[in-house]
């Protein structure tokens, strides 16, 4: 028998983190943070970073693991959450996988074997200076297959598979082998609650400091090109700073890119027929049905 833990997972600005969170509380469990951006430290406000206050004693991991100025992988993440839901497992307490980056969640709950391919610095130098039309060009004449399947709007993993098909021929098929049992709930709100739910999120960052926060790390040595990266948030505020755009495009560029993001999200989530769906709102639900399972 594989040992159970849960997955808790949807779309941006749905509620998730609050969801986990009470959760652990019924279920005496801890919370890995599944989230690309969360693993850095000093992206709080515009990554959706949970506060220590929200955390309610529940000990979270993977949440400011390392510089900015770095870069942490898929592969960085599933060994280090292998390596923490095995700790959880041993104290007898519950892991609770919580986040909306798909692919860390899915070499997790799939156990995808993920290429140990060797970071390329000469290679990533010179493909980072290229723009994402020019990206997606050059992986399509590499891997037809693996362009296909790609997230085409993401230039971290862009460049990841141009390098380890560079290495090897082609990026390989991924292999599955799952360590645990996961049991897997989807929280969603309609499309236009969830619009005005990103709207509003995005006003109240704005009034508590994001702007300052994306300046500070500016002045803590992280490039503009290196906050344009993380996208969203960080790339128009970046992008602000520098005075290449307003206040105003800076605004309608983070929600309608949010707005984008969370249907890329919805898309990626909609391919795996194993996620539970529930309305965030139906707490008390959600929680029947989990504790059901456990």
């Known amino acids: 028998m594989k040992a159970k833990i ?15 969170v009470l959760l652990a509380k019924k ?29 309610k004693g529940v000990p979270h991991y ?13 592969v960085d993440f599933q060994k280090q959450a292998y390596k923490h839901i095995d700790d959880i497992l041993k104290r007898g307490k519950l892991p609770i996988i919580c986040g909306g980056t798909g692919f860390y969640l899915q070499s997790i709950v799939d ?39 790609i997230d085409t709007k993401n230039k971290v993993r862009l460049v990841r598979a141009i390098e380890i098909t560079c290495a090897i021929g082609k990026v390989p098929k991924l292999k599955k082998n799952p360590k645990y049992s ?12 969830l619009q005005k739910r990103i709207h509003d999120r995005l006003i109240k960052r704005l009034k508590i400091g994001m702007i300052k926060e994306v300046e500070n790390l500016h002045n ?17 505020i970046a992008l602000f700073l520098q005075n290449k755009i307003t206040k105003t495009e800076m605004i309608n560029e983070i929600d309608m890119r949010s707005n984008q993001f969370a249907k890329r999200q919805k898309t990626w989530f909609q391919r ?14 959600i929680e029947r049905f989990v504790l059901e399972n456990f």
């Open 6 to 20: 849960l997955v808790i997972l949807g779309q941006t600005a749905t509620g998730k983190s609050d969801l986990a």
């Open 27 to 55: 279920l005496n469990g801890e919370i890995i943070s599944a989230d690309s951006r969360q693993v850095y430290k000093g992206l709080d406000i515009g990554s959706g970073k949970i506060t220590k206050r929200e955390m």
């Open 62 to 74: 993977l949440l400011d693991v390392i510089s900015p100025k770095k870069v942490f992988s898929v």
């Open 111 to 149: 156990g995808i074997v993920l290429p140990g391919i060797e970071a390329n610095k000469k290679l990533r130098a010179s493909l980072e200076k290229k723009d994402l039309a020019e990206l997606q060009l050059i992986l399509k004449n590499l891997d037809k297959k693996r362009f296909s399947e």
């Open 182 to 193: 996961a049991l897997q709930i989807g929280v969603t709100w309609s499309a236009e609650a």
């Open 220 to 236: 803590d040595g992280v490039s503009w090109k290196r906050l344009e990266s993380f996208g969203l948030e960080y790339k128009y």
């Open 272 to 285: 795996d027929s194993k996620i539970n769906w529930f309305q965030t709102d139906h707490a008390t639900e």
